[in-house]
Structure formats: structure tokens, C-alpha cells
């Protein structure tokens, strides 16, 4: 059986020890199965809670697992369950069949070596790290993804959470200032210390960057 490279996405709680434990596992588990029903279009293997604070699964391909992972940082902002996730995407081979219905019994060096990596990543500050057969694309990845998490790890919990997903519903602010009944100035001023636009602008270029690793890689297949 030819063996073949995937797109494979690992997610762990940061400090999952600190907090209560049964209500994190439920919040987490919750935005899981949710991703795995509403964006269903953009896995090959569900995401799969194996060891309770994290999830594997696969990709259909890097702007799939960018499209995933937005969605769950922003689904833990609307929520307002505030537990950082830290994330691997990771390009490597699958030996055995890809399980469809849950990640589970799959084997190959691409998932014992994206593990590693979720594991490396807990001695860095950063929350995401990108491994991709496209060395360039992957540095261009690591680096544009290191500026969204400074604005995603700005907001907090209690004081933004409400007001960024309001925006990040709808990112104009005559209309989030009608819906709270805040004056337009108010929250004009709180759109750009969000910095709400920055962050819509760095999220097209990280789907921008995928997309063109799509296009780069469909030239020539492995």
C-alpha cells in the first residue's frame, strides 16, 4: 500500500491542571463535537479527544486545518470558556488507512512526530506551530500566526470576550454599538484597541498562505 502525506492537526489545553477539571472536559468536548458537525466539509478524520485535555485529527489539506482552527479559537471566544488551546499542524505520512468515522488506530511517523511536536511546543510561548513539507510556507506560517496570537492572547475573558464576538459577528461598530446601546464613539474606540481589524486582516493572510501552499504543492505530487 502506497503510503501518502496529511495535513494533521493536534490541539492540547494549555494548563489544563489549573482549572476545574469536569467542566473544562465538558467545555472541551463540546467544542469538538461541534466543529467536527459544522465543518465536517474540511476533515478526513473527525477530531478524536484521546487523552482528555487534547484532540487529533486530519485534514483535508492546510487551508482546511486554518479554517479548523479559527473556528475553534473563535467558538471558545463566543462561549466565553477562555481555555487557551495550543495547536500543531502537521504535514507527514499515514501507513494505515485514514479512519473516517474517528482518529483512532491510525499509525504512521507523521502522527508520532506531530505529537512530539505538541510536546516541544509546551517549552515555547507559542500556541501553534506549523510543520509542512513546504519549508518556506511553513516559516511564513509560524511567523504571521505568532502576530494573531498576540491579539488573541490580548483579549480577556471577562472584559472582551462579549465585545469581540460581537465583532467578530459583525465587524461594523455602528451596528455592535446599536445592538449593546454603547455610543458609536465608545465602541469605535474599543474596535481599534481590539484591534479587530488587524486581526480579520492577519487571518486572510494565513489563508492566503495555505492556499498558495495548495496550489505550490499540486504541481508536483509526492
Known amino acids: 500500500m502506497k503510503t501518502k502525506d496529511y495535513i494533521i492537526l493536534m490541539a492540547d489545553i494549555v494548563s489544563s491542571r489549573k482549572s476545574d477539571q469536569q467542566t473544562l472536559m465538558d467545555n472541551f468536548k463540546e467544542v469538538t463535537d461541534e ?7 474540511y476533515l478526513l478524520s473527525p ?63 507523521g502522527l508520532t512526530q506531530a505529537r512530539e511536536a505538541l510536546t516541544q511546543t509546551k517549552i515555547t510561548n507559542s ?16 511567523n504571521a500566526i505568532m502576530i494573531y496570537q498576540r491579539m488573541v492572547d490580548d483579549w480577556r475573558m471577562g472584559k472582551d470576550y462579549s465585545l469581540v464576538s460581537s465583532f467578530l459577528k459583525n465587524p461594523d461598530y455602528e451596528k455592535v454599538a446599536e445592538e449593546l446601546e454603547k455610543t458609536r464613539s465608545q465602541i469605535w474606540k474599543r474596535k481599534k484597541s481590539l484591534k479587530i481589524e488587524e486581526y480579520f486582516a492577519i487571518k486572510e493572510v494565513l489563508t492566503y498562505i495555505a492556499d498558495e501552499n495548495i496550489s505550490h504543492n499540486s504541481h508536483h505530487d509526492h
Open 35 to 41: 466543529t467536527n458537525v459544522h465543518l465536517k466539509k
Open 47 to 109: 477530531l478524536t479527544i484521546t487523552l482528555g485535555d487534547e484532540f487529533q485529527g486530519v485534514a483535508k489539506n492546510i487551508e482546511s486545518a486554518i479554517a479548523l482552527l479559527f473556528h475553534i479559537e473563535e467558538n471558545i471566544i463566543h462561549k466565553a470558556y477562555g481555555f487557551p488551546l495550543r495547536f500543531v499542524v502537521f504535514e507527514g505520512r499515514i501507513d494505515t488507512p485514514i479512519n473516517k468515522e474517528i482518529a483512532y488506530g491510525m499509525l504512521g511517523e
Open 127 to 142: 500556541r501553534y506551530f506549523f510543520s509542512l513539507r513546504n519549508k518556506p510556507a511553513s516559516a511564513a506560517l509560524n
